[in-house]
């Protein structure tokens, strides 16, 4: 499904969410470690959060206040793809479809590179 | 593309969760559709009708029509605002629906939130609300008990 060698994961994420902690970060920094890539955090309440509004403008879900927690892959290539937006609708959407990410075919195929 | 009829039936299967009512009670919130001509709207409102989202799905991003939208609806009562619409991308890996569509499907999702942190302040203000027989939606003050629209009271 993925061709691409990926490079890093990042999060754009809050201490203060629980979509974010640990529903979302404490997963994509396991599966990192797992795929032996650095996770790079970005905490939008630091001066990180120029950074993270860069990515998700760049690449993400953009709004004036946008929804975290997001997450992007970044491959060896240079090119971003986004995988995931938290779910408004509530934490256990959000953590359903981390658990999907983690067991996808997509993430499958990254792990066979 | 989606058929409407195919989108709404991804959005029951995928996207639909009880939650508790996001800032007016203690009661769950669920979901509702509204009905609308050639695109997929539904809110997640409380047992009392309170609203606690509005939620455009597609397969495209349209904050434009969604806020025009929301506009005529709602009229100008009720103040929106840019910051309370926030959008989403659903892709199959995190639906799980990867066996099901390819990997550059997506469902758009564009949210707003009423926001009670600003209607909190004065329990007099006007919130909108479900009609809880038509299901269509009214304006009345928060702190009103009322869950019927004129038209079904």
Redesign the interface.
């Known amino acids: 499904?993925q061709n691409k060698k990926l490079k890093a994961i990042h999060v754009v994420y809050a201490n203060w969410c629980p979509h974010c902690m640990p529903t979302t970060v404490e997963p994509m920094k396991k599966l990192a470690l797992e795929l032996g890539v650095p996770c790079y955090l970005y905490d939008i309440d630091t001066d990180l959060v120029s950074k993270a509004d860069e990515l998700v403008k760049k690449y993400?879900?953009?709004?004036?206040?946008?929804?975290i927690p997001q997450v992007f892959f970044e491959f060896e290539d240079g090119t971003f793809k986004?995988?995931?937006?938290?779910?408004?609708?509530?934490v256990?959407?959000t953590r359903?479809?981390?658990n999907?990410?983690l067991n996808?075919?997509?993430?499958k195929s990254l792990k066979n590179k | 593309m989606q058929s409407l009829k195919d989108l709404k039936h991804l959005v029951q299967n995928y996207?639909?969760?009880q939650?508790k009512c996001y800032g007016h009670c203690d009661t769950v919130a669920s979901l509702n559709f509204l009905k609308t001509r050639n695109r997929l709207v539904a809110t997640?409102s409380c047992e009392n009708g309170y609203v606690s989202?509005i939620i455009g799905y597609d397969n495209k991003e349209d904050?434009s029509w969604f806020k025009n939208y929301l506009r005529r609806k709602l009229g100008d009562r009720i103040q929106i605002d840019?910051?309370?619409?926030?959008?989403?991308?659903?892709?199959p890996?995190?639906?799980?629906i990867?066996n099901k569509f390819s990997?550059d499907f997506f469902i758009k999702?564009v949210?707003w939130?009423q926001n009670y942190r600003k209607l909190s302040v004065n329990p007099n203000a006007l919130a909108v609300f479900q009609c809880l027989k038509c299901k269509n939606l009214f304006i009345q003050e928060l702190s009103s008990k009322n869950s019927l629209c004129e038209s079904c009271k």
Not at chain 1, 60 to 67: A, C, L, R, V
Not at chain 1, 104 to 107: A, C, D, I, N, Q
Not at chain 2, 93 to 96: A, E, R, S, V
């Open positions: 499904m993400g879900d953009w709004s004036d206040d946008y929804i986004h995988v995931l937006t938290g779910y408004s609708e509530g256990e959407l359903k479809a981390v999907n990410l996808s075919e997509l993430v | 996207l639909n969760i939650s997640f989202r904050v840019d910051k309370d619409i926030r959008v989403a991308t659903r892709h890996w995190d639906l799980g990867e990997e999702e949210y939130t």
